[in-house]
């Protein structure tokens, strides 16, 4: 920016053009695009943990429900009496209808002890699952 002042030298009038060298106040375009940058990593980030985080919380709470299932299952088929040729297969009815159950009997070194082996599962092939195994005696 350029000024001008007069100024008096010796009793004469002198004009006196001056440049300014102070900077404007603002942002560069540089300055701008570096901080949009920063911002759109940063937000991507964030979705990206937030979509971890309901991915995990999705898998606990299938597991924990399996476990829980399983649990009740074990109970049900203890009451019901296990035997070593004890076999069984189900579902858990409307109130869970993404889990499937299916039991086994199988024969250990000791005699007349048997493991009982249930198995829920659950996803569209079944491929996730949880096994509890009750060592018996008959």
Known sequence: MLTTETKSISNYPVTIMMHSTTKENGFTIVEVLVALV????????????????????????FQETATILAQKKLFELEQQGVTATTTAAGDFGEHHPDFSWKANVYSTVRPSTNRLQLKVMWGEKRNHSVTIEKVFTE
């Not at 991507?44 to 709470?61: E, G, H, P, V």
């Open 38 to 61: 920063l911002l759109s990593i940063s937000v991507l980030m964030t979705l990206m943990l937030t979509t971890q985080n309901q991915d995990a919380l999705s898998k606990i709470y």
